[in-house]
Structures are given as structure tokens and as C-alpha cells.
């Protein structure tokens, strides 16, 4: 019976040369590019970020399938491009992180192991791993080289991530706070001149968001001192308020109310009383 089989990795392979055969492949996957399966890569990313952020680990190994699909698509689509195929991806990915673990992996082969009682530092380990991939590099043609420090910050990052790469890249090289004090004080600073700009007698929009940006970067810069995921911790957030404000909506409803029967101050009030609920 076809259900008792477990499929294997080479069997998902199969399958991708099957949706992709011109002769009698799915139209769908037939038509699609790299541009198109983009969007699709990015919502199987965030579902698998989703369902680990609930803890639904029933559903995780499905999630991962889904993302793991999108790695053998652009695996097939490079490969009938004479780009690279599946097996040239796993073989990079395979020797970027050798090379990068001599602490696991000491002379770069699979079979490596440091010596009984021989260990490396965590310092030692952060150190070998910026100094291997400021190697890597160099070792690129002149022409892939970034021009910049920051030119490798992938520009196609959610603005929040992309933040903190560029925040943690600027302090390798020491351009960075001594310690957390100085961050508040530059938040407060960058609150004062959005607040000035609000104080103008025409404010200008395009003023107000580079303001605004000038607040955000600094409190992402402030989570990255904590230690803290900024994305995560919005996340966090975000949850927290759909939690609340379902709060309020139960509320009202358990009242013979709506949003529309609701002043501020009482849905304000709700609000305090869902936080002493724990929400």
C-alpha cells in the first residue's frame, strides 16, 4: 500500500523532474520562476516561524516539508538553467559550514574531532568564525566583492532584521555604543526631534517618517544591547495585543455589546482588567 511507504529525500527530487517534465508536468509548476515562487517562499518561512513561536509541534515536521519544497524547486530551476543543481547546493552548504566549525570539525573534514580534553573558548569561536568569513571574502572574484562593509546586508531583509544585521555588522568593526547607558539617551534624543518636528507649524510627512525611523532603529539598536530578538520580541507584542483586544471584544459581547456601544474609557478599562487576567 502506497501509505506505508516512507518517501525519501531522492524521492522529493523525483517527484520536482515530474512537476517540471514538459511533456506531462503540472501547468502550474511548469510556469513558475525564480520572481514567482519568491512570495511563496517568504509565507512558508513565517508559518514555520508561526507554528514554533505556538508550539504546535505536531504540525512543525508539515511546515518544514512545505519550506523544505521550496529549496528542491529552486534546486530544479538552476539546475535546467545550468545554474547549479540539488546536489551543488548541498555540497556548498556542506563545506561553508566545515569550514566554518574548526571547533567541531579541526581539519575540515567530516570525520574530524578535536582531541579528548581539547576545547575552544566561546571568544575563540566568535573570533575564528568573523576572521573565516572575512576570508571567504576575499577569496571572491574582485568583481563579487562588496565594495562597502555594509554592501552584504541583504537589502531584501524585513526592515527589522535588516537592522540589526547592519547594527551588529557596524560594531565588529567598532562602531558601536561602550555600553547601554548612551542608548537610552540617544532614544530619548531621537523621541525629542520627532516631537520637535510634530511642534512645527506645518509638518512635513516625509519628515515625520524619517523621524520616526531614526526612534525605531535606535530601540532596535537598544534590543540588540539586551540581547533580545527585535523581531521576535514585536512578534511577542503583537500577539500580546490580539490577546487583550479579544479580551475586550468577549467583554463587550458578554455585555449584549459592540465596538459601536463602547466608549474609550470603558474599553480602556478592559484593557487594565485583561492585564490583571495575565493576557
Keep these: ?41 517568504l509565507e512558508e518561512t513565517y ?6 513561536e505556538r508550539q504546535d509541534w505536531s504540525h512543525l515536521g508539515e511546515e518544514l516539508g512545505d519550506l523544505l519544497f521550496q529549496v528542491v524547486f529552486y534546486a530544479r530551476l538552476g539546475k535546467e538553467q545550468g545554474q547549479f543543481d540539488f ?32 576545547e575552544i573558548s566561546e571568544a575563540e569561536i566568535k573570533a575564528n568564525w568573523e576572521r573565516i568569513k572575512q576570508q571567504e571574502k576575499q577569496d571572491k572574484p574582485l568583481e563579487k566583492r562588496p565594495v562597502h562593509w555594509l554592501d552584504d546586508v541583504p537589502a531584501a531583509l524585513p526592515s527589522v532584521q535588516r537592522a540589526e544585521k547592519l547594527q551588529k555588522r557596524a560594531a565588529v568593526v567598532g562602531f558601536d555604543w561602550p555600553e547601554i547607558k548612551p542608548v537610552f539617551a540617544k532614544i530619548r534624543e531621537e523621541l525629542d526631534e520627532l516631537e520637535a518636528e510634530l511642534t512645527r507649524s506645518e509638518t512635513v510627512p ?10 525605531l532603529f535606535c530601540c532596535l539598536n537598544l534590543a540588540r544591547f539586551l540581547g533580545v530578538n527585535g523581531d521576535k520580541a514585536l512578534r511577542g507584542a503583537n500577539q500580546k495585543f490580539i490577546r487583550r483586544f ?8 458578554a455585555q449584549g455589546k459592540t465596538f459601536s456601544d ?4 470603558g474599553m480602556d478599562a478592559l484593557w487594565n482588567e485583561s492585564k490583571t487576567q495575565g493576557l
Design 206 to 215: 516625509d519628515r515625520l517618517e524619517d523621524e520616526l525611523g531614526d526612534v
Design 47 to 52: 508559518e514555520v516561524a508561526d507554528t514554533i
Design 1 to 41: 500500500m502506497i501509505g506505508l511507504r516512507t518517501y525519501t529525500l531522492e524521492d522529493l527530487l523525483y517527484l520536482m523532474d515530474r512537476l517540471r517534465d514538459p511533456q506531462d508536468g503540472c501547468p502550474w509548476d511548469l510556469k513558475q520562476t525564480f520572481a514567482s515562487i519568491l512570495p511563496h517562499t
Design 246 to 253: 479579544n479580551y475586550i471584544e468577549d467583554a463587550l459581547a
Design 262 to 265: 463602547a466608549d474609550l474609557d
Design 87 to 118: 546536489e551543488q547546493v548541498v555540497d556548498g552548504i556542506v563545506r561553508k559550514l566545515l569550514r566554518r566549525h574548526p571547533h567541531v570539525f579541526p581539519d575540515g573534514t567530516l570525520e574530524s574531532r578535536l582531541l579528548p580534553g581539547q
